[in-house]
């Protein structure tokens, strides 16, 4: 870990003429600027300051935007055995993603993430750990998988495959994620399997599935273009920073209105009121309402896109043909069977829309708290034809603080909204997610959803919650990949409290040297009721790998094995190695590999992550990222696959890419469900199929569904979970911060940012803070007397039976207390009413506070909801030490 | 030394050349042993003659009068020469600050170029926040009271700060803490 102190260089070596230079792209956020990686010895002479002296033929000092190297973009790693120093800039030269050369504050200094025994990242895990007498060993590779591969297959032929459970990242990259998924899927075959993010293997949008909208349809240059764009539960310059300062600045600098849905204002939201934007500052929770009431707005005023929707929108015959892929058991047949959102087509949804008395404009923004004027505003800034009688350009992003605010209701009522205002299919106007990480999973076996044993009313079963299934002792032996769980999920500490009982707790702990022993200990913990964890990660991770896990294995990661992976406009790229994995760290996909082949699976002899990669380009097929077309053209080449997406450098390939006819030519997609594209009448060649989603929508019919979004489906909770102002409970939310990302594995080995952030902080207003005697900079305990969590494994049988005020009517919730610290940030940048809080600081989870309760339609978890009381501790050493966080505004515009 | 230190000293001589290492420690380390955990230097001792060697190369340089600073309007000179990004600025915050001089340790002085891309911060200090920001090209925010670093924004460390000296009424510049944007060291231009 890095102390809170830093001392920075006031000099840098620069790159000499004849440094390897090695292209790839940043690890952290959605957007994945490309990046170069100059390489040279120790040994040899660094550059000097004129252009003919160093690699980037530039004489210092360079222009703004030029090929400055700041001391923390440089480093010294191992390649090969030889000590070389590397220093990483974004790439100057790029046409793509971060023109100009720009990066954000995460990737700018990424050379701090390379392993340097003389840095904080010295405690790499770089050998695998068992823990034996209570304490994590080093051991051999060997050890280590045939304890995990016999204790596995005991647990799977004893107490069956959902014992076996399987919670990984989404998107560290294709090889390891087509690994680890078919491992977990295709050959142990668990339902009890789920990401990073989600307590169920569910889709995260469901009211854009269920309108046609593909996630990552639109282009980054769509964001720039559009005229008018609604920007839903995000600050996208705070979490995927070039998306904005590349893009949608550049929009705003042609005239390009922005609105914002949420809570807070942080420095994007400041920079595009102060461009003539708005900031809608709505309650959590309430995205709804104001959305809805927009739309009403429209309609009343007949701004509505009639040609679009005559053109584009699902009628009576066209909703029902069909819908739901031809057969009953889909996810969007059940959601849709109760008639509560599907509609008869624009006329039916509008004349529902315009019967909810709490869309009306003044009801929505008084349960939002916002001014009223504001949502008249945006319904023209959004619909209202111009003088000349021509429709504004209109687009909509929406994120998380939107979609896990209410997962289903927000999502099919932003669907309708959009597909009104004409977005969804064509350039400048559409409709997505800005995203989150980036887009590295594929999936190497289906989710076996009829081993789920959640079965909803109706006729079908849901993905199984596993957080639920783990609390209820049916999860025997837990796997995690690259995720801390517990911190990552609603209601961490009652999570915690379960996975202590079932590890530490029990009574069958390894204190035995004899290998045998070691297994039979383990397998009597699983038979006991117990469980057995084991986590892969690059670092220690505490408490899932520090406190619970059994055995360790050490990854290695970005830099240290070459991979492939898209961004949020679906290109994709090979980030590529360029020095030693420190120690004995593998990486994923071959820690999959040597477990699978001692269980005894087949298909897992990979050699290298090219074949890995060259077996996982079948499954994108089909997908937003398919490019196998890219894998034929490598093979007629006599390329490996990463060979040839290694040609593409920083630039990649957007996918979904095709071979045209003259089968040499990769035919790229801008953007998914474009309208105007044309397609070659030729046709594509060889396997390649023209996917409906390149110029219809991912619908029954190619058009679009639109869907109701009643509030009542999610007001209960609502309603329920509100603050009770007598009772001094506030709103609790939670997102990233900038100079963060995920569990700051990274981050808190970055002596700058631990200076920044050294602790979880609580952003409050004002108000709230003066009546609780609370200033910037004190200590708080932000805590809560009620958190709600879904108890048991249960099924649906009456229509209501998972509506949250029937699992408490009838016993499944149950409330307990949670309670973390915080320093207090003061500031009318959140709403009255509301906290705000970083959502993943290790030692002070925000999510301790959330609802463990899933959106009951969709499986998903409304993160971003939950309630705190906040008291203050006294003051932080950081309220008057100078070097150490700051207090000013963040949205200082 | 805490005297010195406290008030912005007159002394003179070999008393004056004691303070000035003294001064330039305390700006360095804000907090001896904290400084010592910095750089993994066991004793105070080793600190006392470690630390003027890095600042040993900088011009003393005089850019203003104490008497003449008001409270928060920025007098601009140039740092550690005239070449290119040598742009700064001398502020009287009115708060005590990080590195502060004068009676009430509230003088500081900043590079004015970005750490980011190299936006100029020309005018945009914020006397209500004490900041200086946003940078016109990405937005960047510092906070000038605390060593300039980043409030908001994607520069890649804090602005550089301009180390002071007090000797009378007379302020002098003396060295720089942070790499100086589009420079590969601070003092070639």
Redesign the interface.
Known sequence: MA?P??????????PPKGAEVISTACDYCIVACGYKVYRWPVTAKPGG?TADENAFGED???????A??????HNIVLHKGQPHHVVIIPDKDTQYVNT??????RG??IAQKCYNPQTPTRDRLKTPLMRIYGTLMPVPWDLALDVAAEVGNHVIAKHGTNAYGVKTFSYQYIENTYAISKYALRHINTANFTFHDTPSDVTSTPGFRDAGFDNFGPSYEDWRDAETLLVCGTDP?ETK?ILY?QWM?KGMQNGQKEIYLIPRS???VA?AVKMGGLHIDVLPGTDLLVVNAIARVIVENGWEDSDWIKKWVNNKWESSSGFGQGTRNTPWQWRTTWGKFQTKGFEDWKEWLLSQDEFAPETAAEMAEIDVQKIYTAAEWLAKPKADGTRPKTSVMIEKGFYWSNNTGNTQAISALGIICGCGGRPGQVIGRAGGHQRGGVKGGKYPRNKSPEKLPGRRRRAMDTDRYLIAGHTRMAHVIGTTWIQSMCGSQQLADKFEELTVRNPHQIASFDKQEMIDTLKARADSGGMVVINQDIYLQDPIGNRYADIVFPAATWGEEDFLRANGERRLRLYQKFYDAPGAAKPDWWIIAQLAQRMGFDGFDWQNSNEVAEEAVRFTRGSRKDFHAVYRLAKKEGKGLHQKVREFGTDGVQCPVMLDADGVTLIETKRLHDTTRELPDTGAAGADVFNKKLTHFNSQTGKCNIQKSPWGLFSDYWEWLKPNKEEGELWATSGRI??RWQSGFDDRRRP?IV??WPENWVEIHPDDAAERGIESGDYVMVYSERVPGNKTTLLGVEGDDFQFSKLMENGHIELTKAAITAVAMVTPAIKKSVVYMDFLHMQQPANALEGRIVDWISGNYNYKMGVAKLRKLGPSPYKTS?????F?????? | MKDHNATGCSCSGEAKKACTVNRRQFLFASGATTFAVMVAMPTRHGQAEQVPALVSTYPRKLIGKLSELEQDVPVEFYYPDEGDYSDSILVKTGVESGGGIGPQKDVVAFNLTCTHQGGSMYDSYKPEHKVLGPCPLHLSTYDVTRHGILVSGQAYQSLPQVLLELDGDDIYAVGMFGLIYGRYDNLIA
């Open positions: 102390t102190y830093y001392v920075p260089e006031t000099n840098v070596p620069l300051p210092f000092p360079v222009a703004p935007l030029g400055w190297v700041a001391p923390n973009q100009d050369g720009d990066s954000s504050l700018g200094c310059y920073t300062t600045m942080s420095a994007g920079h900038n100079e700058y200076q920044r100078f070097r150490t966080m700051s000013a505004p963040r949205d200082i515009a």
